[in-house]
């Protein structure tokens, strides 16, 4: 039995998310059949980060075991031509028996892209949140410095989650800006990196910011919003087609 | 009777190109069949490019008489909310009856999406082309040059093209690149404005000057490709997912 780590993107547009659900297509299941036709033996995937439905990624993780033969490494390469194109598995490579993608020590990081133009641009709507008003970026920044280190996040955490230790540590929040190649407008990128990021935390952040950039909070109101450790402070949770899970670093 | 002008943009992902076809669902027939509804008469539109199944525009450009009484620059709000989110109205607005979106002097602006990068990135399988070989940008952009001015442009049309006069001016052409916001890699941009263009020639330039960027054509090799007249010399059509009809300007 060999225990094998898949680093997987996918466009999330046409799934009910990562997890399996008894209506409607996930990833997990996707990659599940896949599998299990592909090695001829019953495969179930343990995947690393469960994203939502509409929420994309360039490197989430997953492990499964296998009794087949194949090259680790040919996994990938075998499994792309199976899948549909909205899935790429980028790495496949075998890890010690007993590795667990959720029980290791890791850091996460997440983008999240807003098209900020005068006019929505139809072929960016599943992949950025469009805001048509003027984005005041500088204090978007000052306030995402409240955000960074270690803090009780619960006011930036679903009331639905069954998580009871709330307390997270954001290394970097960086806010970057860059003009769009073709149109008027600038798409700015809020990317996070964190060692673990409750149910919607980052999106419910970007919403946040984004009422920092609208002037609806100053910037100093987020550090309030933190010490509140109540949702109900916090902004709304930003959609989900804006959200990437970029990669995730695991520790050795 | 009022003359009204639409500025579109559209993901052409999910329609067989722009022109209405007996099988499969068209920009122009989801325009014709939403004015119609609004507007309580039937309308058929004349579209200024009919972009193939998959070529996205940010400003294509159509238009339409009618006899309805509503203000044409509330007619984009309006026409919004019956079409698909995949089709966007930019703007609305009267013109001289008898102005005919083909038959006037205009720049039409083109741009050719490139994913340059180690590794696909499922979100932008279907707005840009993604090639994994690193491409010499200087060398095609020298291969550029040779496209730029009044040419005749035979070498560069689908054969199945109806038109008889091949000669069109561009008036630029430049690539620039950006590095991808969250992933390893670059984005090239092909930016191609002209006086108008044949049958496929922007995806055709496009497929041939990725040949120069791969070291297969040399760049001077493009001149003599155009010289030739001949669509055997140039390179293959690069796939339509990359390719956007930027806007038109007409002349006054």
Not at 20 to 29: H, L, M, S, W
Not at 75 to 97: C, F, G, H, M, T
Not at 198 to 223: H, K, S
Request: aromatic share 8%; with cysteine; hydrophobic share 35%.
């Amino acid at each position: 039995m060999k225990r094998i780590r898949l680093t997987v993107a996918y466009d999330g547009t046409n799934y009910c998310g990562w997890q399996i659900q008894p209506n409607g297509i996930t990833i997990e299941a996707v990659l599940n059949d896949a599998l299990t036709g592909l090695l001829g033996e019953p495969i179930r995937v343990i995947g690393a980060s469960r994203t939502d439905s509409g929420v994309h990624a360039l490197g989430n993780v997953a492990v499964f075991d296998m009794e087949a033969s194949i090259p680790p490494e040919r996994i990938s390469y075998a499994l792309n031509r199976r899948l549909p194109e909205d899935i790429v598995i980028v790495k496949s490579e075998q890890v010690p028996q007993g590795w667990h993608p959720r029980y290791c020590n890791s850091t996460k990081t997440y983008a999240y892209h807003i098209l900020n133009a005068p006019v929505p641009d139809p072929t960016k709507r599943l992949t950025s949140y469009f805001v048509s008003y003027r984005l005041d970026i500088e204090a978007m920044r000052q306030a995402a410095e409240y955000l960074v280190g270690e803090h009780n996040f619960a006011s930036f955490c679903n009331i639905k989650t069954n998580t009871e230790d709330m307390v997270r540590t954001v290394y970097d929040l960086q806010i970057s800006e860059h003009p769009c190649c073709i149109e008027e407008g600038r798409e700015i990128v809020i990317l996070i990196r964190g060692n673990g990021f409750l149910y919607n935390m980052v999106r419910i952040i970007a919403g946040t910011l984004l009422r920092v950039g609208r002037g609806f909070y100053t910037p100093q109101q987020v550090e309030n919003i933190l010490k509140a450790q109540n949702r109900q402070e916090a902004g709304v949770t930003a959609p989900p087609q804006g959200l990437t899970l970029v990669n995730i670093q695991y520790e050795q």
